[in-house]
Every structure is written in C-alpha cells, then in structure tokens.
C-alpha cells in the first residue's frame, strides 16, 4: 500500500546531514550504534500490512464505484452543455461554472475519502510499529535508527526488520479498515470548529 509504505515513524531518525559531524568525534563514533529497517519490506510482507492492503483494495473499489456514479450523470450534463448555449443565453456562463464546481466538489468529496481511510489504516499499525521499533531500540541499545532506503551498506546484524515484522504479527495479525465518508470528515470538522469557537469565546 503506497501510503503506508511513506508511513513517517517518529523513532526514525533520517538526519543524515548530521552524521558526518558525528563520526568525525571519535569517542561518539565508537559509542554510535545504527540499526537499520526496511519499511517496504515491513508492510509487503507483516500480516497486517497485507491484510491493510488487501481490505484497503476492497474499500477504494467500492468509492471509485460511488464517485463513477454520481459524476456519471455530471459529465453527461456537461457533454450536453454546449448544445444549450443558444437557449440558455446569459445563463449559459453562470450553469457551466456551476457545473464545473459540482464536478471539482464531487471529486474532492472522494478523494478526501480516499485519503482519510488510508491514514487511517496507516496510524493502527503505526500505533504497533512505533511501539516495536522502541523497544528493539532500547533492548539493543540502538543509537540511530535509518531506513534501508538511506543506507549504502550495512551488516544483516544491524538489520532488525525480520524481528519487527516477527513482532508486529505476533500483536497485530490483521486491522480493522473502514471506510471513512465524507458527512463523518464533515461532522468532524463541524465539532473541531465548534471546539474552537467555544474555547476562543471562553476567553473573551
């Protein structure tokens, strides 16, 4: 799942422009341990990052599905539109861009959709994940943690990711995707703006 896969964690340093200075001390080099993980390979090949996928594949079907019916009839009426022109007069202007933002509306609708259950789906497993790389952190006494993706080469000994994966099946052998829609972002929105609303009126 390509979003996953971007999945930031926050005990990943990737502050390499720091490393140079770093080894340049000789007692911090000596005392420096990097471990390393690869997070493509984390969510290809965990249960959960496959169970993610597969269930996330299941979801956006079903609103590529909605969105494909509701801008049907749309996009019709904008193919229509031009053959109007002649009857709608002065009016023709004011419907196409009504029209025209009846499609972007519809189609920000859906991608926020889109967008919201897969970080959704992202953050459960990045709950676990967080929690995993810590603790090998900690019981290897880790210094830095980087993704393979920002190493040259390294030794397999330094690589945790076959533990991590081993770990977060062990916890989290499948997640619960769901679908998020846009009257629940909507509702959301509503209660975080009526939170500030409250909160900018209590200090007045």
Known sequence: MRNLRALSLGVVALGLAVLPAA?????????LKVLVVNQTAIFQNSLAGRDA????????GAIESDEKVEMEPLIKEAQDLPGQRALLGDLFSQKQMELQRKLEVTKYKYDQERKFTQDGAQRLIAQNL????????????GTLLLDQSQIIMTSQDFNITAEVIKRLDARMPTVEVKRVTFAELQKAFQAQQAKVTAAQTAKK
Do not use: N, P, V, Y
């Not at 080894?23 to 005392?31: L, M, Q, R, T, V």
């Not at 967080?130 to 006494?141: A, G």
């Open 130 to 141: 967080d929690l995993i790389l810590k603790e090998i952190m900690q019981e290897r006494q």
């Open 23 to 31: 080894f340049g001390s000789s007692a911090f080099a000596a005392e």
């Open 53 to 60: 996928s597969t269930k996330m594949q299941a979801i956006l």
